[in-house]
């Protein structure tokens, strides 16, 4: 009866680590996928100007408070937004979800890329962000991440040439000669 027990024990144990490594995978997987499609915004709105000198020139206590403040208070917003989902709010949930990660990843990413010197030089961040790097880097290299940046990119120059192309002006037609004028 014991051994029984203990078997349960671990089975559970062993269903529920897997259960959390699945929610914790799509958390990662939704972060990198708008990390990847916002990158471009990001840059334009931090890229800079007086608000990137004022950001480079803070100390790094200052700076982590930076990355961390907002982080901490946008972070909760995909299991709200999980949770709207599941009580069938389906568009409120998906507004909440894009939403937040937009400004999270805009706001916070760039930041953090902004203060990376000051924020390397505490040790735990350093390792923490050369290990982020490391996993990026080994994503990057997975030949399905390859065909869907690809596929990505392929799709953004389709959007931009029929942007340009609606902004073409076309020629105005001639006006038509009018009744009793002479031409």
């Known amino acids: 009866m014991c051994h029984l027990r203990a078997t349960v024990r671990r089975t559970l144990r062993r269903i529920g680590r897997a259960v959390l490594y699945g929610f914790a995978a799509v958390y990662f997987i939704i972060d990198l996928a708008f990390l990847s499609f916002i990158r471009p915004l990001r ?19 200052v700076a982590l408070a ?30 909440v979800l894009v939403l937040g990660e937009i400004i999270k990843v805009t706001l916070v990413g760039q930041v953090i890329e902004i203060a990376k010197p000051k924020l390397m030089s505490f040790r735990w961040f350093a ?57």
């Open 43 to 61: 840059r334009r709105l931090l890229g800079s100007g007086r608000l990137h000198a004022w950001i480079e020139g803070l100390n790094r206590y």
């Open 127 to 183: 390792w923490a962000y050369g290990h982020w790097e490391a996993v990026m880097d080994r994503l990057r290299s997975i030949e399905a991440w390859q065909a869907v940046r690809r596929q990505f990119h392929s799709i953004v120059a389709r959007v931009r040439r029929i942007k340009a192309q609606m902004e073409t002006p076309e020629p105005a037609p001639p006006d038509p000669p009018r009744p009793g004028s002479s031409r």
């Open 66 to 95: 930076l990355v961390l403040v907002p982080l901490a208070i946008l972070e909760p917003v995909k299991p709200v937004a999980f949770y709207l989902t599941a009580k069938g709010h389906l568009l409120s949930g998906g507004a």
